[in-house]
């Protein structure tokens, strides 16, 4: 196995870790869940060539939170959908990476600056939790839906823009 | 079927994409038809054996009040004790309890669940009712050797027959997916006299949980004169959020029931 390789084996056991044992105890004012294990999946790269295989890791990082929180498939929806979404988003934010020819593009604060990083993070975050909340409570009304989405996104999108930042200091090493 | 295979080659991502999300949905729509097929969920191995070491490691920090509660509640057995002596006829409830500890829980999404540490060879059946010392937490869904996944109250299809206090009118609770601290009530003629503060109790209809369990008392009531039911919402007197040791009732009654059948259809 590639150095590579372990090293998203290691941030998945972390963010997934981190999500089970720390997070999903956190219910800040009932409303609000941070959904941190996204990082896993902004973390891996954006490859033309691996696609298919990126789309099954995020499905079945998706299976193993609906394990954990007994909410068979909402979390694999979500999670596949922002895989799909991630790389026609950012290409959308910056269009000059469709000339390159690298295989494989890795978010990275320092290169795309901290403007982009936001927009990037909060839109996918924002992505990702309003699918789930509302195939989780589509029978609920659609301003509890709105506020749930809103104050655990914003709480989410904060967290993973704060770990990018450490994330930028370890690959400068 | 040149074109077709050239199709497929062209789009395999869209149309893995595609696939993908319809077996997510198709999950999602199996698991909320309450079907049994839900083999990936909270008392499968892993899962549970990580819950059970995490919730020893939380057990610790709450160690205090825990024994405040538990010196609150040896004093209410021995009042119990007492008023028994006094008047044996009143059963105090019809149910045994099987004691259990929650290893997981939710609050704050739209269908709850929560995970005890007691499974089949405790006993446990799945349509068990689980109550705590102050109210209704659920009703058993699953159920592993050691582990039992339990429906929360605060599920959008948990519905617990419940009764007015101090005038036995009867009517239905169901959360409405707002806060974990309330619920509503429904199916109370809009006649009937009610006041804030009112305490609910369980009806014990169906033998799931036992009769006379408080479950909480009226906090809001929002009817028009016009209407034909109350608009009721209760408050819980449980801390849903904080509670940790739950019983699991055994229904005694409903034995009895099948043992007084058997003795029919033997004779």
Redesign the interface.
Known sequence: MSKVTIRHIINFIVFISLQ??IF?NI?FM????PYVYLMFLFLLPISKKN??LL??IA?LT??VM?????????H??AC??VM?LKSPILLSLIPQLKNKTQNNIVFSINEFGLATTIIYTSILVFIHHFAL?F???F??DLG?ILLRTIASGIVTSILLIIFQFFNTRNSLK | MRNLIELINKYNHQILFILLEVFAFFLIIQNNSFQKAAFINSTNGVTATSFLAISNVKSYFSLKSTNELLLMENAKLKSLISYQQKDSISSISASHFIPATIINKSVARANNYITIDKGKIDGIKKGMGVVSNNGVIGIVKETSKHFSSVLSILHSKSKVSVVIKKNNHFGSLQWDGKSYKKAKIYDIPSHVDLQLGDTIITSGFSYIFPSNTIVGVISDIKTKEADKFHNLKMSFIEDLKEVKYVNVCQPLQKEEKELLEEQLSNE
């Open positions: 089970v044992l999903n219910f009932g409303y609000i869940n696609q298919n789309l099954l499905f998706g299976i609906d394990a954990f929180q007994n909410s068979m498939g909402l694999t929806f596949v959908l799909y909340f195939i989780e409570a029978q609920f509890n």
